[in-house]
């Protein structure tokens, strides 16, 4: 309740009896409302703040109770006075090495920015260090006398008295640091900033507070005239208190609750002889219970035409909450109860009627509803035989929505509508659904947690929103979907090993898992978990060599594990993973060629085979594999259009033959491939537009045509399509920071940008755009070195060309050579990656041009390491006139030509 003070009621029904301020023990209550009556005193303008407090304190003071927090802060008016800690006598000063050492530490941190600011204008390191070893050897015997103390709070306020009376023990013992004429200087205002954090930082010495609280308070009464033996005077006092009750309810908004009632509630509390430790909570809880029973009375009035026997009762109650003392409230609730159940008796009966009604309505509407929800499914499944995705979808929906709730027809419903979505491209459709799904799995596993069944639906229902929240850009949410199914599935492996279902949910989350750790850049956790599901795989398809699903469960963890080696650099090991899954594939294939699910799982083999052999320098290999894989997707088009995930994988083709295009100087077929690509991409981004993974491909497919617009000098054009693909990738990273693919997508554009703005010559702006692209890429090496190496190096290097075009040779060749350092690491690892190999050439040649001195060498450098790659079949076609070039640039090296 609001502004009750039971300390002040009980002296309020005393004061005729006594002389002075005698209570029964009871300590100063605070308002239950985070201490708003206090609040309300300390803005009081005609001193009864100081009167009331003092009256508070003294009564404390007389009873021998600690005060509470409330009433400290207003007595003393800030908390700065605890910074001083009580020894157990009358003298008060700092604490003693470690408090001092906390305050020098917090004194120094904020002298910082002084420091940086006035610097220049006098000797901070001597005047500082000179001040403070002072501090450190007199602080500790200035004390405060607290009797002058006290008395310095009434009459000149606190606690800047407490700095001055201080500052003026340390003047005694350092006149020349602390002294009047040293005001203003260094160690004088240092000496005073540990003073004044002080008096704000060590609130927790409770010693000192509770010492020293009660004599101020003391002093204060004695100077105010507030130590009274006439009943007079304090019967005035407390009348003033009673005002402040009473603002106080009206700033509360309980314009109900009266002063009479107020008193009645706290001398209520007073009878009962509540322990003082209960007061505030009874108190409260009380105000709070009459409230409640007078609300509840004037409802109930309304149902007494329903039922007359509540009437007598409820009036009862309404006679005892009148009574203003409170002491007739168990009364009224004995009423209450009665009410209660007599009204809920009376409607039991009837209830229960309604209730069986109901029951057999809905047995019938149920019967009907399962008829019609049978009939939709059937209409669905002749839907998805047409290849009319969406439809069946609709279909599924309308089934979904007759299955009774908390069903599982209803969750299978739901899931077969997401799966529906999916493929055709609608993200934000299929996310609604699985959440349903979700809803409804969740309350069948809590409805029975021990039935395996729905633990491994709630387990598959967590996948479903996992991929969707991935498929969205949304990775932590993704992982937190995954994390979920995989706890539920370990659990369902450890009740039941033998289970193969169970096995195989574990290594499908397992995969999940590794596939967002992979997204986020953490490739250590994702080969972990990649390699547990494969395990997993392998152990299912030794029990069983025949079983396809066992087979191409283990040629998924082989992809992905592949795909862990290739992000690492390991480009042997990456070939090695997916030649073993494409074979496991290519065997599927063939037992089972019309198997839509076996070819696309061969197209994915071949495009990442694909991508290995075009990094290890084998063009040809590498546009081999890639153009089976697109006949493969175009098969699946042409087979079904509607299927967005097939329609992906066509773009996905086209991109990876350009690539071989551009990289074989054959740019105009490279620039038209890419383009039917792009158009792909644009068409499934503008159908699904929540889909970050529809985005990343067109923001990918911008930046391939854009290298081809400025391999072909068409700057203007180059820079609006990395632009368009700049933006996008940035509203990616935005919307998932956890995404390491994002932040490497947008580091690339930044990059590209700053290439087309070097070749218009608009040096700053290419510098700016590369220094962004090279923050985030040594972040994401910082997060994972294994994985963003190599595309730091390359930022090093665009640096490095910005600087020499710039004429600043000395930074030009600090960063080639910070570049270098990363290349020539990478390609030890892996001598058998082209794109590694050709990183360390490009550094010592662009090494050369910058450091004349050592032009010989560094020229050597590059006919040796050409030659090299050439020998190894590394040697990309489009970079063998650089082996003559080369050669030339030694040539005139040797011969002091430059």
């Known amino acids: 309740m609001h502004g009750v003070c039971p300390f002040l009621a009980q002296i309020a029904g005393e004061t005729a009896r006594t002389d002075g301020l005698r209570g029964t023990g009871h300590p100063v209550m605070l308002d239950p409302l985070e201490n708003e009556f206090w609040s309300d005193l300390r803005v009081m303008a005609n001193g009864l703040e100081k009167a009331v407090t003092a009256c508070v304190g003294l009564g404390a003071l007389a009873l021998g109770v600690p005060l509470p927090?409330?009433?400290?802060?207003?007595?003393?008016?800030?908390?700065?006075?605890?910074?001083?800690?009580?020894?157990?006598?009358?003298?008060?000063?700092?604490?003693?090495?470690?408090?001092?050492?906390?305050?020098?530490?917090?004194?120094?941190?904020?002298?910082?920015?002084?420091?940086?600011?006035?610097?220049?204008?006098?000797?901070?390191?001597?005047?500082?260090?000179?001040?403070?070893?002072?501090?450190?050897?007199?602080?500790?015997?200035?004390?405060?006398?607290?009797?002058?103390?006290?008395?310095?709070?009434?009459?000149?306020?606190?606690?800047?008295?407490?700095?001055?009376?201080?500052?003026?023990?340390?003047?005694?013992?350092?006149?020349?640091?602390?002294?009047?004429?040293?005001?203003?200087?260094?160690?004088?205002?240092?000496?005073?900033?540990?003073?004044?954090?002080?008096?704000?930082?060590?609130?927790?010495?409770?010693?000192?507070?509770?010492?020293?609280?009660?004599?101020?308070?003391?002093?204060?009464?004695?100077?105010?005239?507030?130590?009274?033996?006439?009943?007079?005077?304090?019967?005035?006092?407390?009348?003033?208190?009673?005002?402040?009750?009473?603002?106080?309810?009206?700033?509360?908004?309980?314009?109900?609750?009266?002063?009479?009632?107020?008193?009645?509630?706290?001398?209520?509390?007073?009878?009962?002889?509540?322990?003082?430790?209960?007061?505030?909570?009874?108190?409260?809880?009380?105000?709070?219970?009459?409230?409640?029973?007078?609300?509840?009375?004037?409802?109930?009035?309304?149902?007494?035409?329903?039922?007359?026997?509540?009437?007598?009762?409820?009036?009862?109650?309404?006679?005892?909450?009148?009574?203003?003392?409170?002491?007739?409230?168990?009364?009224?609730?004995?009423?209450?109860?009665?009410?209660?159940?007599?009204?809920?008796?009376?409607?039991?009966?009837?209830?229960?009627?309604?209730?069986?009604?109901?029951?057999?309505?809905?047995?019938?509407r149920r019967a009907e509803d399962g008829t019609r929800a049978r009939i939709a499914e059937t209409l669905a499944s002749a839907a998805a035989a047409r290849l009319d995705r969406r439809g069946a979808a609709q279909h599924y929906g309308e089934a979904a929505a007759l299955w009774p709730e908390g069903s599982r027809e209803r969750l299978v419903a739901f899931v077969a509508q997401g799966d529906l979505l999916t493929v055709a491209g609608d993200t934000t459709g299929a996310a609604t659904a699985f959440q349903a799904a979700l809803d409804v799995a969740e309350r069948l596993a809590r409805d029975d947690p021990s039935s395996a069944a729905n633990a491994r639906d709630l387990s598959v229902s967590l996948d479903r929103i996992g991929n969707v929240r991935r498929d969205q850009g949304n990775l932590a949410e993704a992982l937190g979907a995954y994390t979920q199914g995989m706890e539920i599935a370990e659990r369902l492996m450890k009740d039941d090993p033998s289970s193969a279902a169970n096995a195989r949910g574990l290594s499908v989350n397992l995969n999940k898992i590794g596939d967002v750790r992979s997204a986020q850049g953490n490739l250590a956790e994702a080969l972990e978990a990649y390699t547990r599901g494969m395990k997993i795989a392998e152990r299912r398809l030794e029990a069983d060599p025949s079983s396809a699903e066992y087979a191409r469960d283990l040629s998924v963890s082989l992809e992905r594990i592949g795909d862990v080696h290739r992000d690492q650099g390991n480009l042997a090991e990456a070939l090695g993973a997916y030649t073993s899954a494409m074979e496991i594939a290519e065997r599927l294939v063939e037992a089972d060629p019309s198997g839509a699910a076996n070819a696309r799982d061969l197209f994915v083999s071949l495009s990442k085979i694909g991508d290995v052999r075009r990094a290890q320098g084998s063009l040809a290999e590498a546009l081999e594999t890639w153009t089976r894989g697109m006949e493969i997707a175009e098969r699946l088009v042409e087979a079904d259009p509607s299927s967005a995930e097939y329609v992906r994988d066509l773009s996905v083709s086209l991109e990876r033959i350009g690539d071989v295009r551009r990289d074989q100087g054959n740019l105009t077929e490279a620039l038209g491939v890419y383009t039917r690509g792009m158009e792909i991409a644009e068409r499934l981004a503008r159908d699904d537009p929540s889909s970050a993974a529809n985005a990343r491909d067109l923001s990918v497919s911008l930046t391939r045509i854009g290298d081809v617009r400025s391999a072909q000098g068409n700057l203007a054009e180059a820079l609006g399509v990395y632009t368009r693909g700049m933006e996008i990738a940035e509203r990616l990273a935005r919307d998932d920071p956890s995404s390491a693919a994002n932040a490497r997508d947008l580091s690339v554009s930044l990059e590209r940008i700053g290439d087309v703005r070097r070749d218009q010559g608009k040096l700053a702006e290419a510098f700016e755009a590369y220094t962004r692209g090279m923050e985030i890429r040594k972040r994401l090496a910082r997060d994972d070195p294994s994985s963003a190496a190599n595309a730091l190096s390359v930022s090093l290097e665009r640096i490095g060309d910005v600087r020499r075009d710039q004429g600043k040779l000395a930074e030009a060749f600090e960063a080639y050579t910070r570049g270098m350092e990363i290349a020539e690491r990478l390609a030890q690892a892996d001598p058998s990656n082209a794109d590694w190999a050709r990183d360390v050439v490009v550094s010592y040649w662009k090494l050369a041009r910058v450091d004349t001195e050592n032009a010989v060498a560094h020229w050597r450098e590059v006919v040796a390491r050409l030659g090299a790659m050439r020998e190894a079949g590394i040697l990309r076609p489009v970079d063998e006139g650089l082996i003559a070039d080369a050669e030339e640039k030694l040539r005139g090296a040797l011969e002091g030509r430059g």
């Open 69 to 364: 927090p409330g009433v400290v802060e207003t007595a003393v008016g800030v908390a700065g006075l605890t910074e001083f800690v009580a020894e157990k006598n009358q003298k008060f000063g700092p604490e003693c090495a470690r408090v001092r050492a906390k305050t020098r530490k917090a004194v120094r941190e904020g002298f910082a920015e002084f420091l940086q600011v006035e610097g220049d204008t006098w000797t901070a390191g001597e005047d500082l260090t000179a001040a403070d070893a002072a501090l450190a050897k007199h602080l500790g015997s200035c004390v405060m006398d607290r009797e002058r103390l006290a008395e310095d709070f009434v009459s000149k306020g606190f606690p800047g008295v407490a700095v001055d009376r201080l500052m003026g023990e340390l003047a005694g013992h350092e006149p020349e640091l602390f002294g009047a004429e040293a005001t203003g200087s260094v160690s004088h205002r240092y000496a005073r900033r540990v003073l004044e954090v002080s008096l704000r930082a060590v609130v927790e010495n409770r010693e000192y507070y509770e010492a020293l609280e009660p004599y101020i308070i003391w002093k204060m009464g004695l100077a105010l005239g507030i130590l009274v033996e006439h009943a007079e005077t304090t019967l005035k006092l407390l009348n003033d208190m009673a005002d402040a009750i009473e603002r106080l309810e009206r700033k509360a908004n309980r314009p109900d609750l009266t002063r009479a009632q107020s008193l009645g509630f706290a001398r209520t509390i007073l009878e009962r002889e509540v322990p003082d430790d209960q007061l505030e909570a009874a108190l409260f809880e009380i105000t709070k219970n009459f409230f409640t029973m007078r609300t509840e009375i004037e409802a109930l009035k309304g149902l007494s035409n329903e039922a007359p026997d509540i009437l007598p009762h409820l009036e009862a109650a309404q006679a005892a909450l009148e009574r203003e003392d409170m002491v007739e409230l168990e009364a009224a609730e004995v009423e209450l109860r009665e009410v209660r159940r007599i009204y809920e008796a009376g409607i039991a009966a009837r209830r229960a009627r309604e209730d069986a009604r109901r029951a057999e309505e809905d047995r019938h």
